[in-house]
């Protein structure tokens, strides 16, 4: 999936992203990816949740990847941090 059809869940208010999200496929993609990783994840589930019930009735899961990312620690080890990808489709 193409870079621009993905939208970034960070620590803003999630209606900010169900915006992004809704943006993306008014301007005619059919296909979205909305990524999280950690603290974020339980909003990017409420992204897709909310986009799908209330704003894009016709909008399905294509697809749900999770994995476990491995970033650089503050004191110089690593920390493992989960993360989340939410494909969805028209």
Known sequence: MPEEN????????TMNYVLAVVSQLNTGCDNVCIKARGRA???AVDVAEIVRRR?????SYQDVKI?????PGQ????????S???YMKR
Do not use: C, H, M, W
């Not at 704003?55 to 909008?59: A, G, I, S, T, Y």
């Not at 994995?67 to 970033?71: G, H, K």
């Not at 004191?75 to 989960?82: I, P, Y």
């Open 6 to 13: 993905t939208v970034y869940i960070g620590k803003k208010p």
């Open 41 to 43: 994840i339980s909003r």
């Open 55 to 59: 704003f894009v009735q016709n909008l």
């Open 67 to 71: 994995a476990t990312e491995t970033l």
């Open 75 to 82: 004191d110089g080890g690593s920390a493992n941090v989960s």
């Open 84 to 86: 989340i990808e939410i």
